[in-house]
C-alpha cells in the first residue's frame, strides 16, 4: 500500500535557526512527490514538485531533495512567517491522486 | 489565489441531514478531488472526476457521492449526515501538469 510519513509531527524553532523537515515515502512507480505549505483554516498552497531523485527545488528560504526513498524540506534563516504547517504528498503509478503525510508544524518564535 | 473555488465557505447542518459542496476548478483543470481534512486523520482522498468521469476513489462513505458536470464544476453530496463527518472538505484541481491546486475549504460542522 502507498504511504507517505512525515517526521517529526511538530517543530519548534527562534528566528534564524535552520532546520529539516523529513517525508518518507512507499510509492510504486513515484510520479512526482510534492510540498504544499498550509495555513490554519486554508487549503494548502503548492510549493514544489520533484520527480527524480537528486533532483533539488529552491524558493526563499525553502529547499526540497528528492532521494529514493525520503524528501527533506530545509529551511534556511527560518522567520516567524514562516510558521504553518507543511505537507509533503506523492503520486504513484497506481492511482492518479495525491496521498498525504499527515504534516509537520512548524513554529518560529522572533 | 489559487483559482479553485469553493462553496460555502462554513456549513452547519443537524445529523441525518444532506448537504451538497460546490468546487470549480482552475480555468482549463479537467481533473478535480476532493478531499477531508480532520484533525486526527490528515488529509483523506474521497475521489477523483476527470472531464466528467470517475477516475478514482479513495476512502468515500456510501453515504457521500460526486459529480462533475460539463462545464468543469463538481459537487460533493454528503448525506446521513453523522457528528464525525465535521471537518474541513477541499477540492483540488489539476492540468496537465501533475500539481493540483487547492481550493480555501468547507468547513462542514455537524450539529
Known amino acids: 500500500e502507498d504511504q507517505v510519513t512525515q517526521s517529526p509531527e511538530a517543530l519548534r524553532l527562534q528566528e534564524g535557526e535552520s532546520s529539516s523537515l523529513n517525508c518518507s515515502y512507499t510509492v510504486s512507480g513515484l510520479r512526482g512527490l510534492f510540498w504544499y505549505r498550509q495555513d490554519p483554516g486554508k487549503g494548502p498552497e503548492f510549493l514544489f514538485t520533484l520527480y527524480s531523485a537528486g533532483e533539488e527545488k529552491e524558493k526563499e528560504r525553502l529547499k526540497a531533495t528528492l532521494t529514493k526513498k525520503e524528501s527533506f524540506l530545509h529551511i534556511t534563516a527560518p522567520k516567524p512567517e514562516d510558521s504553518a504547517t507543511y505537507l509533503c504528498?506523492?503520486?504513484?503509478?497506481?492511482?492518479?491522486?495525491?496521498?498525504f503525510g499527515k504534516g509537520t508544524t512548524l513554529s518560529v518564535s522572533s | 489565489d489559487s483559482g479553485v473555488t469553493q462553496t460555502p465557505k462554513h456549513l452547519i447542518t443537524a445529523t441525518g441531514q444532506r448537504v451538497t459542496l460546490r468546487c470549480s476548478p482552475r480555468s482549463g483543470d479537467l481533473s478535480v478531488y476532493w478531499y477531508q481534512q480532520s484533525l486526527d486523520q490528515g488529509l483523506q482522498f474521497l475521489i477523483q472526476?476527470?472531464?466528467?468521469?470517475?477516475?478514482a476513489k479513495g476512502n468515500i462513505l456510501e453515504r457521500f457521492s460526486a459529480q462533475q458536470f460539463p462545464d468543469l464544476h463538481s459537487e460533493l453530496n454528503l448525506s446521513s449526515l453523522e457528528l464525525g463527518d465535521s471537518a474541513l472538505y477541499f477540492c483540488?484541481?489539476?492540468?496537465?501538469?501533475?500539481?493540483?491546486?487547492f481550493g480555501q475549504g468547507t468547513r462542514l460542522t455537524v450539529v
Open positions: 504528498a506523492a503520486r504513484g503509478q497506481a492511482g492518479t491522486a495525491l496521498i
Open positions: 483540488a484541481s489539476s492540468g496537465d501538469s501533475s500539481e493540483a491546486f
Open positions: 472526476y476527470y472531464n466528467g468521469e470517475e477516475r
